[in-house]
Nanobody
Framework: HVQLVESGGGLVQTGHSLTLSCAASGGSFDVYAMGWFRQAPGKERKFVASISFNGDRTYYTDSVKGRFTISRDNARNTVFLQMSSLKPEDTAVYYC?????????????????WGQGTRVTVSS
């Protein structure tokens, strides 16, 4: 059973940057594809980005392409989400998740382990 713990959230101004981290424990981190999702206030949780088990492939939702970068360090059992040029519409609780599959999954039901989330607030 894999435990995921996100960190790095906070309050930032529009246009600024923030990096989220997700530390994994309790399992073989390097066999899992990893993803980031977010849930804005009053809205459903949605896909943001994913990365393959070895980091050779990434995938992003259109609204964050060119602004967010997902990466992973398998030696540290950690996945990152670098967010730049932040906008108020990026305000959400961000969740990391692990999927026991190849590629860069985007559907929530493909992920088996979830973190508790970290809140990001972007002020205008």
């Amino acid at each position: 059973h894999v435990q995921l713990v996100e960190s790095g959230g906070g309050l930032v101004q529009t246009g600024h940057s923030l990096t989220l981290s997700c530390a994994a424990s309790g399992g073989s981190f390097d066999v899992y594809a990893m993803g980031w999702f977010r849930q804005a206030p009053g809205k459903e949780r949605k896909f943001v980005a994913s990365i393959s088990f070895n980091g050779d492939r990434t995938y992003y939702t259109d609204s964050v392409k060119g602004r967010f970068t997902i990466s992973r360090d398998n030696a540290r059992n950690t996945v990152f989400l670098q967010m730049s040029s932040l906008k108020p519409e990026d305000t959400a609780v961000y969740y990391c998740a692990a999927a026991d599959m190849y590629g860069t999954p985007t559907a929530q039901n493909e992920y088996v382990y979830w973190g508790q989330g970290t809140r990001v607030t972007v002020s205008s």
